[in-house]
């Protein structure tokens, strides 16, 4: 939590009380710079490069074909601010664009663009732990910009690669059937996060079932949390797309539209396996309390049957360490033996006793 | 939950950051091959042929009568691929087929093709488990398609047989009254599974009342895992079936209509059913934790009784063990008779007394 | 929930998988004959007769007269189907009046039949139970059918009683008043279960606010049962007469309409108080469960007080039980005197102790 | 909840089953007969009488001027029945006016009259508990007709003498004015009730969190159920009075409109302030049982410090307490101080061993 | 609580069953006088002062300008009521703006003014509590009313640094955009508030997970009372806005309406934050319940293996204390040792019996 507290922090002291629309990067510090890389490519030709100066990320010209700009990095405020002015951005727009701490959203900017801001999930599987990436897509006629926080590799490397191999669907859609490429890969990458906690939660299952431990709990609210995480980048996409494949978009084309309501079903798919989690691990917590009576219960049985049954025999024998005079078993010449018998009998009966009463 | 979430982890490895479209069979891996039926018939002809190669599968010509294809097995792609050629079906449609992890769904492609994602449910008595079979049903003007997961026997198997057995209303209706056929099948399904569910679920509850175990809190989260998985092939059906009776679909007849109504009053019910067995185990985990805990309170009153009697004895008995050279009741000739006499009224007056507390 | 269960298992076996619209008594088995009476009347005259042949139970054909034909037992279904017959009722229809696990529906069959199922509740003091009888209404234009299944008396008697006693309202309404009037009757009837089901939670309340008893949880939990027993039958009168109530029927009248209005209220009611006693179920058990927390607490001080204090005394007596050669204390006159002192100081430094800890 | 049961098994016992729109008065019995004041004003002139006989009570024929019939007391069936008859209203109106525990509802009646059930609610502080009062209005033309259980004073006072006092608001205003006044008295009573209730519970809370006690919690599920009278009270009135600002009633001015605004604004109030109470007492609930645990926690650190200090001692002297004839220690000049000193010993060892535990 | 609570006892003494209209101020007393500011400015001039008599905060006359009148203390009704008159507002308007107990509210005023309540937070860090200061704002075509409770500083300062300042947006702006600066700042300011909370409820949790004390528990209430007074100040505002953004207010211009929907959006993530927080404390809670129970069981297996190790000793003791005259043992020369390694022996065979149960 602490990482993800911070980020938010950030937010309020970077962000707070400054005048609306003044251009902010929020997230975390970062040392290298922007790789802002260029497509244009229609079913006929197909063409990508990196772009040096800010001056050749200009809006495309030629009509027939497909420009996808694709931001890497989003730590550079000058770089965004060149863009918004080349494609005519609201600034609300690219305040959003620069907030990694805005939640998922979807925005009309008139009827050139479509915004959609988006939270890439990855599975960290040491640290057991869900990372978030801070995406914002740009949907314009014929443009398509992407916008992420630097990482290790670019998340829609899938897609450049699959618009360089061969001339597919991609190739001959429009920039609106790209923008559901992109979408459906995020939305794809919630089964495959879902998928990694479900396997933890079940080992941790398996594990609580058998022996439960003290700090097993802990670990338990920690998936719990992760999978709030989940929800959370998940669950306002299930408003965004039912609303974007219902209302008339012009920058939506009707063929695409059968595409996105996909998407829409595997995010309602999402929610439902984070919902089946969610019960799971509650069913997890109960067991795990459940056993602790069980355990407490089982503790105090044996307390229960070592006191019965050493109580009255200690009682028997500190009887005849009594010192008064006339004590006629005392000389009983077999009354120490007669003594270890009944004893034993006691003994015998207590336990069956409690061997009736299931207490050993 | 281990083989239902594999199916979910195939479909993982299998399908996502494929190209949109891609088909792919994500179900277990299956050795027979696939069998596809076709029927055709009405009211005054039936004709049931196995089909041996793809191209006899086409749609039927003539308008007077109702062609039925029955697709058992869905692991062979490039069958399910030349259907979707031979009746022009939608990608994603055929993709849906194909993805035994899909949820219920209900999806009209255009004003040709009623398509519906239903689950077939078995309850395993064996390992006391439900066990889910993928089902879709394509409905055109005078076709049914449906596509199952290959199992044992046909799932529609009384349908055929009603079918053939006489002309009722079945060969009278038109392909819509088919289909309505086909979901009523498998909605009745459901309430036999859920009447095997509650039997197992009121043999717990008389258990558990009687005498309570560690384990039967596992076997209760199993039978609530069940039902929620019932709950889950259901619940999606509700709004489905709704939406399908008000809206006023080209592909089924207002006379046809009135049936759905039946159908969906049926679903309402199954879910209701579901609600009530819910409810059921919520009371018998109530039930078992408080048993738990009225234990508990039995074995600390046997601990305090047991206690509490013999603590005074003893420290009687160790007094009259001191060895002070001047203790007076050792040398009296009754003395240890009188001490006995002293522990026997002590011990009654404490057993009156926990009897009036209800602790014995 | 035995013999309810019985019910739903009786469905099961002879209904599931049947040709749709197959009529088929799912009830339990009765030996009795169905017992039909046609009234006739309007506000001159009033005509009752027992119907022998099933010939003469058809509709009828004067206009300003209202027919009610009352279907006393719904066993036999060769009676209902003829009934059925003569005033062309939709066999879905006839599905529903047998199928007595129905839950209640409200349907229209075209604008010639407005249908609803309803369930009479009694409650039975000795069993301390709630027993649901199944009934059927069908309003035609100047008719009323109703079904019901056998019992001892016809529930609705108050109504005969009612329309043969004078000319008030009933008489003078048409067939839409008299429906109101059966509705009236069954819904009042909720009140009189609720209120017997009241008294009992309220006195089990009392009794375990005094006295908790280990198997009253069992009590409470029956109780839910019955209370959700009345909820599920009268829920869905809540979305069934508030759509009577607002679209426009030509079978109810505008004037009956403001009737009908109050029974909605009288249902919404109901459901009110059957939300009070539920929540006042939940607080009884958690009273119960609290008070098994404070029974815990005063067991455990109880045995930590006896420990407490004769753990110092036995402890004492066993130091001058020892048998070193140099115990100079043993050889004081008064040593035996003065360790009895000290055990009471200490009994009571601890009494003291105890109290002041609210232990005792 | 003794009385209000007794309230609601008087309305079974006396109406249910008789025919609709009888009236009869299902209150407590009352020995006073009713009192019906008459007040005619407008901005001119105010006159008040006490009505003597019924033929007195007509409904008013100057148009500019209100009338109000203020009538308390509602247990004589005659003397309401008349007035239905003077201001022709509807039976089922007069039924709910005399059904005390019918709950709070609006009902428009034709473009005639306006009716609307409210609870006046006291707080009884020396019971603890909230007391409710039937109130009914008639909102007509040119008039207003208020009816109330009778009980010491009358609930309307404050406006009577609002309206003899000067020329205000209420004066100037119509019959709508009017009718709003009195809504928003009964409904600034919540708040009254609340403010009471809240500051009993904060008591409450005070002391539990200071010392709990066994029967706190009663008391606490005391004023849940009170507190759920006030919601049960208040709730129907969000949504009468959402509706009757929304639609435009030919019966309240567009001026009144905003004023009726500021009721709803007001309800809202009471209902927040009403869930904030709720959250309050589940808060303090929690803090009572978690307390219950920290006591026993608490009580089971005494019972083993005292158990595991004392048993390892008693021991010690046990062993030497036997009577071996080999025990070379016991002829120790100083065996008996070595040993109290190893005992010293032992004790300081487990004193520092549970303090480090937190157990001391 | 008890402060919060004075002002809603203060609300009832002074203002219920007045009547409606009546201005009365009903938050606490303050000496200081109202400080009201009058700010005149467009995109040419800024002129600011500070206005004596109420003369002169007429509204303003030239179109090409915006006035905004600040007012800072709402305890001087007369003052209020003056301002009132000027600008023609409403009396509700005024009574609400008085009521520093009113929850926030938007409401339309003909269509000359909207009018705003907005509770504006601060964390106290001190005493970990959130305050909250009521601030009204009225909307009108070409100005805009603010009124404040005063406290040490003025909550818009940093806005009228950014007015004079220099020409910015805001400069530039209509009244509707100084409208949406105020909200905007407000709105901003929740942020920072719940930073604080979640930064306490961090600290706290850590505390809890590492070792929980009994007196945690009341914190977490009083962090969660914290957290729900300002979800009931940010609550409100979610409608507000939702319904201010989709109406088609003719004060606020179609450019400003994009800027209030990023307001909308801030306040839908200052409920998601809250809500987390809400889960966090919830998470807290079960941890902090579950870890009493662990540590009971942990001193419930201490006080056991204490008792079952030196039960067995101690009765071992006792018998070879007792006084029988023939028993052999006592007379062996190596019967004390032999004794003593049994007892060892005992002591080591439970030792590795409670090992294996995990009790040490």
Chains 1, 2, 3, 4, 5 share one sequence.
Not at 2 to 17: C, E, L, P, Q, T
Not at 106 to 129: A, P, T, Y
């Amino acid at each position: 939590m602490g990482k993800r507290h911070k980020k938010f922090k950030n937010y309020i002291d970077k962000k707070a009380f400054t005048s609306p629309g003044t251009l902010v990067y929020v997230g975390k510090e970062v040392a290298e710079s922007t790789i802002i890389k260029l497509v244009e490519f229609n079913h006929e030709f197909y063409h990508e490069k990196v772009i040096k100066t800010l001056n050749d990320c200009r809006p495309p010209v030629k009509e027939n074909q497909v420009a996808w700009l694709d931001v890497d990095g989003i730590h550079e405020v000058n770089v965004i601010e060149a863009i918004g002015k080349h494609y005519s951005l609201h600034p609300l727009l690219l305040e959003d664009v620069l907030n990694t701490s805005q939640k998922p959203k979807l925005e009309h900017f008139g009827e050139k663009h479509l915004f959609v801001i988006l939270k890439m999930l990855q599975f960290n599987s040491e640290l057991n732990q869900v990372e978030s990436e801070h995406v914002a897509l740009v949907l314009g006629e014929n443009f398509l910009i992407s916008f992420q926080e630097i990482h290790q590799t670019d998340v829609f490397l899938p897609i450049f690669e699959r618009l360089k191999a061969s001339i597919g669907k991609t190739r001959r859609g429009k920039a609106d059937y790209l923008f559901y490429c992109c979408c459906d890969l995020v939305v794809d990458n919630y089964f495959v996060v879902l998928e990694k906690l479900g396997e933890k939660l079940e080992e941790l299952e398996i594990k609580i079932v058998e022996k439960p431990e003290a700090n097993d709990q802990n670990l338990l609210y920690h998936f719990k949390r992760e999978l709030m995480l989940v929800r959370k980048a998940v669950l306002p996409l299930r408003d965004m797309f039912g609303t974007l494949i219902r209302e008339d978009s012009p920058l939506v084309q009707s063929t695409t539209n059968v595409y996105l309501r996909d998407v829409y079903d595997h995010i309602l798919q999402t929610l439902d396996t984070a919902e089946t989690y969610r019960e799971m691990i509650e069913n997890i917590q109960n067991i795990y309390l459940t056993s602790l009576s069980n355990k407490m219960n089982s503790v105090m049985k044996t307390l229960t049957v070592f006191t019965a049954i050493f109580m009255p025999l200690t009682f028997i024998a500190g009887i005849y360490g009594m010192n008064f005079d006339n004590m006629p078993e005392l000389h009983h010449p077999n009354g120490y033996f007669y003594t270890l018998g009944i004893m034993v009998l006691i003994t015998a009966a207590l336990w069956v006793y409690f061997k009736w009463k299931k207490y050993v």
